[in-house]
Structures are given as structure tokens and as C-alpha cells.
């Protein structure tokens, strides 16, 4: 079996972000740029389907400097980690790695290397460098691009014969070598027996630094084999400052608005459509212009989302109606329709078939089957049942100045319009309130309350015997 070990480098300051958040933990789709890269690399077996002995990886090896702690805290058990006290360089960061990749078991005969600064990168791609490694039996194999606009890109220079003879950068090139277009993407793959021994003699270099680029002169001047593979420019972005934080951003989200589109989901706009890397949706949902969904939020089919609907960290059913609203870690069961122009906040747990109309709050609350709440209103901290009616204008006073208070409404219950529920309260089963009603005491099951303070008025049969306003 082939084993491989991956190494991260993710130790540099990230100086051009300016930020005082670490390079690597800048957000990209929804997650911190190095969690792109731990997914390509974590997805990567997937990408050998057809190799009869697929390769063996370790947890990858992530090599930490600056802000090491905080990168440490939020990546925890998912990788290994080595420290590279001064940020001296690649060559220096990957030699930081060297006693923790050589303490696994089984030890790797191939050391897969990329940055922690390039999110774009795809497994398919890794797999692509990782298998021409070992076809070939290379000492070094690393993936290119060819540009138009080499920018700030190591360039790859090759000899008459098309053999790599080194990687310049920029910094160093000639002003000829500014004009090559052939780029180092920063994908590599070593062999270990030749890696480790030629890190440690790697001189620094006239910038005062060890490049691990600078590991390809020296297999060429030795005559070892050399391979390289080609990828795309779009995957190879690193991300050394805002302006190519945003265009890794727009890649990445065209990438995933096509895989979505190519499973199923109509998006009407993808210029103004916002979708996380890890939201999953199911077929034939609708996602109208204007709309973003964040988070790890499940969507089922059928659902109609937008215009102009923001969704985080929630999960849908099927057959959901989402218009110009927004919703944050609530729950909507099948059939649910809100808005336009309302709002759940954590905890919002609308049933089966609920109605939401406009200018309605939900917060922290279990809403039951059927149950509709048409116009402005405000449920915090309460239990509703099914086939309840909430009139317009109802409002929960769960807040009483100190505590939060819990408001419990039965099964069809009939909250007339405008009515104050102070809590804590509970409205009974098949209960009424009337227009206006503020309600400081238990209702019970079958009665109607009236006025302000709310008093017992009489018993109701059903809604239709009811002479109160319904507010709808
Ligand atoms: C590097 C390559 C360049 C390539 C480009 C691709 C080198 C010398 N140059 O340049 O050929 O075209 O990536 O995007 O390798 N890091 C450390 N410790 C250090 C220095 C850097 O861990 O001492 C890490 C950084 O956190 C970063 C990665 O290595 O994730 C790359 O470093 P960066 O300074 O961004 O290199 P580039 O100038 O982009
Ligand atoms: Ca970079």
C-alpha cells in the first residue's frame, strides 16, 4: 500500500491581510480558508476510484507560527500539528514538520505538501498530483498553471527540452522570467528518503530565507526526476490579501451555486445568490434573486426561497415557502410558509403546515401543525398547538425585566387580535381571547376571555360561535 503524509503550511504572519486574525482563519463560503483545504484533503481518497490499492494518508500535518494557538483551538483533534517557532521561510516551515512525519505509523514514503492559503484547491486535483508521483517514481512532482496575469506567482522555468530546471520568484525573476506564464500552483509531492537530508543542507537563500521552492533547482542539478502536473489558474488562487480573499470568494461560490444547480435546485440568479459550502438542498427547490443561506442549513425539496430571504444554520422540510424573511436556527417542518418580511430567531420550531404571514416574529418557540399567525405578531418562549389562530397584533410578554417566561397556548385555541399574553401563561385547549384582551391569568380549556385585565366572559363551543374579532 502506497502511505503518504500531507503537511499544511499555515505558520506565516499573513502580513498583506492586514488583520489581526490569523491568515488562514479568514472566512471563505462560510468556513475559515484552511478548513477548504483539510476538506480536499480529507475528500481526497474519494478521488481514486479506479486505483486498485488506493493510498493511505495520516491525519494531515498542519504547521503552525503565527497565531498557532487560536488556529490549534478551532481545528483541535482533526489534524496533527507542528510548530515553526520563526517564520523563516517555506523550506524552513516544511522542515518544522520533519518529527512529526516521521513519527507515524505506518511511516510515508511520499510527503504531500500545500498551503494553507489556497482554498480553491479540489481533491480530483491532489489525487491527479499525488498519482503521477507515483506512476512515475518522481523525487519531486508539483502542480502548475499557465496565466495570462502571473502576478505574484512563482514562475517555472524550464531548459530547451522542456525539463524543470528550478522555480523562480518573483522577487528574484529576471525581467524574462517575469514573462513566463507558467506558474507554481503550490501542490508538491516528495519523495522522504531524498526530502528531509536536502531540507536541512538547503542554504538560505539571498532574501534571507529557505524556499522550499527552491528544493527543485537542486533535484534538477542532481539529475533526479522531476515530474509536473497541470491544473487550472481558478484553483491555485493563494490568498495573500482581501482582493484575492474576494476572488477566491466568487470561485468558490459559482462552484458551489453549479454543483447545486447540477443536482436539482433552480437558481434563478446566481449573481445574487449566497450559498455556504456546507448547505445541502434538495431537488427541485426554487431559490429566487437576492437570497443567502449560510451554515450547516438543510433544505428539502420542493421548497420556494427568496426573494431576498436570508437563511442561517437551519433546517427545511419539503414544500417550504421562504418569502423576503429571514431565519436562524429554526426549525420548519413540510409544508411551512413565512413572510414576506418575517423573522425566526434561534429556536423557532414552526410544524407541519404552519402559516407565517408578515411583519410576525418567532423566537425559542414550538408553533404546532396548522397553526396560523398572519400579521404582527410576536411569539417568544412559547408552546403552541396545533390549529391555533393567532390573531393579528398578538404579542408573548415573556420578558418581565428579569426573566424570560414561558407562554403555553393549546390546541385551536382562538387568540383574538391584538391580545397580550403575559407570561407566564397558558391559554387552554379550544380557549378564546378577545380583540384587545391583556391576559395575566390562566385561560382555561373552552372559555372565552375578554378586556384588560382579561375575564372570564363564557364558555365557546367552537371558533365559529365566537363573537370575537378574528383578525383575519
Ligand atoms: C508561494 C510560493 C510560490 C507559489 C505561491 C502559490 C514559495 C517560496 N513560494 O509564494 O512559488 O507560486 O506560493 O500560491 O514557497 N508559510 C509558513 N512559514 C513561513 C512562510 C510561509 O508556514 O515561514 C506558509 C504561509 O502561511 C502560507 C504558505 O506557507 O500558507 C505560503 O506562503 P506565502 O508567503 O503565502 O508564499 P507566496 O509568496 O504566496
Ligand atoms: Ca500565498
Given amino acids: 500500500m502506497n502511505i503518504y503524509a500531507t503537511v499544511v503550511l499555515a505558520a506565516g504572519k499573513g502580513t498583506r491581510m492586514r488583520s489581526a486574525l490569523p491568515k488562514v482563519l479568514h472566512p471563505l463560503a462560510g468556513a475559515p480558508l484552511l478548513a477548504h483545504v483539510l476538506k480536499a484533503i480529507e475528500d481526497f481518497p474519494l478521488s481514486f476510484p479506479s486505483l486498485d490499492t488506493r493510498p493511505f494518508s495520516h491525519r494531515p500535518v498542519v504547521v503552525l507560527g503565527h497565531g498557532a494557538a487560536q488556529i490549534e483551538a478551532g481545528f483541535a483533534e482533526r489534524c496533527l500539528y507542528a510548530l515553526q517557532d520563526e517564520q523563516l521561510g517555506t523550506g524552513h516551515a516544511l522542515l518544522a514538520a520533519q518529527a512529526v512525519v516521521e513519527a507515524l505509523h505506518p511511516v510515508p514514503q511520499t510527503v504531500l505538501v500545500c498551503y494553507g492559503d489556497m482554498p480553491l484547491i479540489r481533491s480530483e486535483t491532489l489525487?491527479?498530483?499525488?498519482?503521477?508521483?507515483?506512476?512515475?517514481?518522481?523525487?519531486?512532482?508539483?502542480?502548475?498553471?499557465?496565466?495570462?496575469?502571473?502576478?505574484?506567482?512563482?514562475?517555472?522555468?524550464?531548459?530547451?527540452?522542456?525539463?524543470?530546471?528550478?522555480?523562480?520568484?518573483?522577487?528574484?525573476?529576471?525581467?524574462?522570467?517575469?514573462?513566463?506564464?507558467?506558474?507554481?500552483?503550490?501542490?508538491?509531492?516528495?519523495?522522504?528518503?531524498?526530502?528531509?537530508?536536502?531540507?536541512?543542507a538547503l542554504p538560505r537563500n539571498s532574501a534571507g530565507e529557505y524556499y522550499l521552492t527552491d528544493l527543485i533547482a537542486i533535484a534538477s542539478t542532481q539529475g533526479r526526476a522531476i515530474m509536473t502536473v497541470q491544473g487550472t489558474i481558478d484553483e491555485t488562487i493563494g490568498v495573500n490579501d482581501r482582493v484575492q480573499l474576494a476572488a477566491s470568494e466568487q470561485v468558490l461560490r459559482r462552484r458551489i451555486l453549479e454543483r447545486h444547480m447540477y443536482s436539482g435546485v433552480t437558481i434563478v440568479d446566481p449573481a445574487t445568490t449566497y450559498i455556504d459550502d456546507d448547505v445541502r438542498i434538495g431537488r427541485d427547490t426554487v431559490i429566487l434573486p437576492s437570497t443567502m443561506i449560510s451554515g450547516k442549513t438543510t433544505i428539502g425539496t420542493n421548497c420556494r426561497l427568496g426573494p431576498g430571504t436570508v437563511i442561517e444554520q437551519s433546517v427545511l422540510g419539503d414544500g417550504c415557502i421562504v418569502r423576503t424573511s429571514m431565519l436562524e436556527e429554526a426549525v420548519l417542518e413540510d409544508d411551512v410558509t413565512v413572510g414576506p418580511f418575517s423573522h425566526c430567531r434561534p429556536g423557532a420550531h414552526l410544524a407541519h403546515g404552519v402559516r407565517m404571514g408578515n411583519f410576525a416574529e418567532v423566537k425559542n418557540s414550538y408553533v404546532g401543525t396548522q397553526t396560523d399567525m398572519h400579521h404582527f405578531s410576536y411569539l417568544g418562549d412559547a408552546t403552541v398547538g396545533e390549529h391555533v389562530n393567532i390573531g393579528a397584533g398578538t404579542i408573548t410578554c415573556n420578558y418581565d425585566g428579569v426573566r424570560k417566561n414561558h407562554t403555553a397556548i393549546g390546541a385551536h385555541a382562538f387568540i383574538g387580535s391584538d391580545t397580550l399574553l403575559v407570561a407566564p401563561v397558558t391559554v387552554g385547549e379550544r380557549a378564546h381571547t378577545g380583540a384587545g384582551a391583556v391576559v395575566r391569568h390562566d385561560v382555561p380549556?373552552?372559555?372565552?376571555?375578554?378586556?384588560?385585565?382579561?375575564?372570564?366572559?363564557?364558555?365557546?363551543?367552537?371558533?365559529?360561535?365566537?363573537?370575537?374579532?378574528?383578525?383575519?
Avoid at 531548459?159 to 528550478?166: K, L, M, T, W
Wanted: proline share 5%.
Fill in 445 to 472: 380549556p373552552g372559555a372565552l376571555v375578554v378586556g384588560v385585565p382579561a375575564r372570564f366572559l363564557r364558555m365557546v363551543e367552537s371558533p365559529e360561535h365566537a363573537s370575537v374579532e378574528d383578525g383575519q
Fill in 127 to 200: 489525487a491527479r498530483v499525488l498519482g503521477e508521483h507515483l506512476t512515475q517514481q518522481a523525487t519531486i512532482t508539483f502542480l502548475t498553471a499557465y496565466t495570462q496575469q502571473p502576478s505574484d506567482f512563482g514562475r517555472v522555468v524550464r531548459d530547451a527540452s522542456g525539463h524543470v530546471r528550478e522555480i523562480v520568484e518573483v522577487r528574484r525573476a529576471t525581467e524574462e522570467q517575469k514573462r513566463i506564464n507558467e506558474i507554481n500552483s503550490g501542490v508538491y509531492c516528495f519523495d522522504r528518503q531524498w526530502l528531509w537530508p536536502t531540507l536541512q
